[in-house]
């Protein structure tokens, strides 16, 4: 089972959740997470904010893209 990493998101639609949890091996430089009928699309910010004692790291939104069919 893969580990996972809080990242904090900032930016973007006012619905979104602010912290999720990710796979290590899908944190990077952009992040994409999938919501109704498409994709927001973050990028690093080479910050880290603490998070429940420990720094986790901070994406800010960038744009959306839609699923294509």
Sequence with gaps: ?????????R?????????M???VDEVGHRMSFPRGN????????EE???FDGRPAP???????TAIAE
């Design 21 to 23: 949890e990710a796979p």
């Design 1 to 9: 089972m893969p580990r996972l990493v809080v990242v904090l998101l």
């Design 38 to 45: 498409g994709y927001e699309h973050f990028e690093f910010s």
């Design 58 to 64: 901070v994406y800010r939104w960038s744009y959306r």
């Design 48 to 50: 880290y904010e603490d």
């Design 11 to 19: 930016g973007g639609p006012d619905d979104l959740p602010r912290v």
